[in-house]
């Protein structure tokens, strides 16, 4: 009895046996059966047919280079029995679709192992049809088979090279960078990659030219780790951790000598390298399960970084040339995203170092104001900015707190910071309105940018641009005159706890020109919290932003340092891209128990009563040992405003961490400070003033000016 496979297997042969019988002659040439039979044993392609149950029944002698037999070997077998380390349910999958559908399939690629090399992973392209008699009956399927593993490699090398190009070096944080190489390579690579660094890179420094040396692999550190499937022993070194390696080992040759080095097969015997226990205690190589290796440093721009380790474990095929150039191709691209990012840690490092040492370690001492502040700088994936902020004291117990923001980043804006912040020190001490401060602010920023432009070649970048919000606030009037070059307005929030923002005009940024700046002022309770920030705390200063600040500025029952902290917490992210600064200031009141007020006629009679009217103030404060000097302080003063000026003369004396005493009158004439002759009648007053007191001054108001003085106060008060 003849099976179905019988039948089919004869109806194939019968269909070979008529394969040349059935082709039209072609006019002046005669394919015959052995040219035919040439055509298909010569091709360069497998080919073979199998019947309706996918058993073999002919192939072509380039078949056998895939192992599995010879053709009559191959004879009535199954895929699955003539390669048994293939998937031959998939191919055989394919077969059944063609059998049933009748559509062909061209280009399937299928990856396995043959049996004429099994430690060895090749693909191939697969194309399938299906085959049938003149009724249209299926009788199997003939398929071609092609080795491409080569041009397989060559696209998984183009399109690993393109993976690394986007992955590799998206931050320019070191580390990271470094453990992108090494995520990349596995397992594309490797089944193990290490990449290691010297410290000196992580630091950002500049690698010392000429060639690592011995004892610079000391300074080795794990930058970078991935290993496939379950975590091998040899990953005992954390990230961060030293790494170390055993003099004259693989890695330390090709650290110092500059050059790759590649091992197709370990010496399963032969000592692991690390130095430091890191293999988990393994004796060889063996214990590991690491067959074959390669080492490639980093190297950039002519100098050494780092290394990368490669390891195969799990993977029976060892490295072999192809895998060699793929790795120094792919680390050397790395290698310079590594030393992209020691450049930008450097330049970052640096402009850090100058930004803090440009920025208030400790806030000055005063009583006007309690202090919080809070600076968030950016995080790696920015650069420093020129954020800055200042608390000032001034005279007549005041203070000045300062908010302000350079546009751009790193060292050029760090140092213009340093520049702005130095000029608005130097103002305030003119004691000038805030608007009058803005103005010659801008005016500095004019000359700077002209300056600049004109350099050759140029130096840092000007603060065109740059943000600045000036405010003064007096703890005896309680009255908060404050100013804007284009930065947003500070938030107030009262006892009570409700936060809004102040209504002030908003002059141009430094340096741009147009309107003039102007003024606003308030009054503010005691206990009011007025909060200055940068832009970066806003991100974008929208109207969901602002709103989300005052509900933060809201919150009660906080300390202010607990309170600064939660507002900026609430406001930036986790990784925030840009500098922020936030400065609260809870308001302080001096009552009348701390100064005192007299109106005094412009009669040269009144300066007796005056130097009395402060004896006895001092007294009631317990400040007797300041009388004698106070007298004759307040004495020149009076004399002087009477002799000099005009208009209505105003004595106010304060006690906060100096005794201040302040002469007010209606002339804008500011005294200065004379060297008299010997035979001179007058010309002395203001030297006396000087050295009876720390600190004198002159400051203008809408009325005229005030001249003030502060004395010490013994240091039991």
């Not at 072609?26 to 073979?48: D, M």
């Not at 690579?189 to 990449?195: F, K, R």
């Not at 004495?635 to 906060?656: C, F, M, Q, W, Y």
Request: proline fraction near 6%; hydrophobic fraction near 40%; include cysteine.
């Amino acid at each position: 009895m003849t099976t179905r496979s019988d039948s089919g297997l004869a109806e194939l042969e019968a269909w070979c046996e008529a394969m040349g019988a059935d082709l039209a002659p072609v006019p002046g040439r005669e394919l015959s059966r052995s040219v035919l039979e040439r055509l298909a044993t010569g091709s360069p392609a497998g080919i073979a047919l199998v019947d309706t149950d996918l058993r073999c029944v002919w192939s072509n002698s380039m078949m056998e280079q895939f192992g599995g037999g010879s053709a009559q070997q191959r004879r009535g077998r199954r895929l699955g029995e003539i390669q048994p380390d293939l998937d031959a349910d998939a191919v055989e999958a394919q077969m059944r679709q063609v059998l049933e559908t009748g559509v062909p399939v061209i280009g399937h690629e299928h990856t396995g192992r043959l049996a004429s090399a099994p430690g060895v992973k090749r693909v191939f392209s697969m194309s399938f049809a299906r085959l049938s008699d003149d009724a249209g009956r299926p009788l199997g399927v003939y398929y071609t088979v092609v080795d491409v593993t080569a041009r397989h490699r060559g696209r998984a090398r183009l399109a690993l090279l393109d993976r690394a190009g986007q992955y590799i070096g998206r931050t320019l944080d070191i580390m990271q960078t470094a453990q992108e190489l090494a995520d990349v390579a596995v397992p594309e690579i490797a089944d193990l990659v290490t990449v290691d660094l010297l410290d000196t890179v992580i630091r950002g420094d500049e690698p010392a030219p000429g060639k690592i040396t011995d004892a610079d692999t000391a300074g080795l550190r794990r930058c970078g780790l991935q290993w496939a499937g379950e975590r091998p022993a040899a990953t005992a070194v954390e990230i961060g951790a030293a790494a170390a390696y055993r003099p004259g080992s693989p890695p330390v040759r090709c650290l110092t000598g500059g050059f790759s080095w590649r091992e197709a097969r370990l010496d399963p015997l032969a000592r692991p390298w690390a130095a430091t226990g890191e293999e988990g205690g393994a004796e060889h190589f063996a214990d590991l399960g690491l067959h074959t290796a390669m080492v490639v440093p980093l190297r950039a721009r002519g100098v050494t970084l780092g290394m990368t380790v490669f390891f195969r474990r799990q993977r029976a095929e060892p490295f072999d040339d192809e895998d060699f150039r793929l790795a120094m191709e792919f680390v050397a691209r790395a290698a310079v995203c590594v030393d992209n990012a020691r450049r930008y840690t450097r330049e970052r490092e640096a402009a850090l170092v100058l930004q803090r040492s440009l920025l208030p370690h400790t806030l000055p001492e005063q009583r006007a104001v309690d202090i919080a502040s809070v600076y968030r700088p950016a995080d790696e994936l920015a650069d420093v900015g020129g954020d800055w902020f200042d608390v000032i004291p001034l005279s007549g117990a005041r203070v000045a707190l300062v908010v302000g923001d350079v546009l751009g980043h790193g060292i050029d804006a760090a140092a213009t910071m340093g520049r702005l912040r130095t000029a608005v020190q130097t103002l305030a001490d003119l004691d000038l309105s805030p608007e009058e401060l803005l103005a010659r602010l801008d005016d500095l920023v004019g000359k700077d940018t002209a300056e600049t432009r004109g350099s050759a070649p140029p130096r840092a970048a000007p603060a065109l641009g740059a943000t600045c919000l000036y405010l003064v606030y007096d703890p005896v009037s309680r009255r908060c005159t404050m100013a804007s070059a284009g930065h947003p307005p500070p938030a107030i929030t009262s006892p009570d706890g409700t936060a809004r923002f102040a209504e002030l005009p908003q002059g141009p940024a430094l340096g741009v020109g147009g309107m003039p700046f102007e003024s606003a002022e308030v009054v503010l309770e005691e206990g009011s919290v007025l909060a200055l920030y940068t832009n970066g705390l806003l991100d974008g200063a929208t109207q969901a932003q602002r709103d989300r600040l005052r509900r933060a500025l809201e919150e009660r029952g906080m300390p202010l340092d607990a309170l600064c902290r939660t507002v900026v917490d609430t406001m930036l992210p986790r990784r925030p891209v840009d500098d922020a600064a936030l400065l609260l200031a809870s308001t302080r009141c001096l009552g009348r128990e701390r100064s005192k007020s007299y109106d005094l006629p412009a009669d040269p009679s009144v300066v007796a009563r005056a130097r009395k009217m402060a004896a006895e103030q001092l007294g009631d404060w317990g400040l007797d040992d300041l009388v004698y000097p106070t007298e004759l302080v307040v004495s020149e003063l009076v004399t002087n405003a009477i002799k000099h000026a005009s208009g209505p003369i105003r004595l106010r004396v304060i006690r906060d961490l100096a005794l201040i005493c302040e002469v007010s009158d209606g002339c804008s004439t500011a005294p200065y400070l004379r060297h008299a002759r010997t035979t001179d009648e007058g010309g002395r007053g203001l030297f006396l003033i000087s050295q009876f007191t720390q600190r004198w001054g002159t400051r203008y108001t809408r009325e005229g000016k005030i001249i003030w003085t502060e004395q010490p106060l013994p240091e039991a008060d």
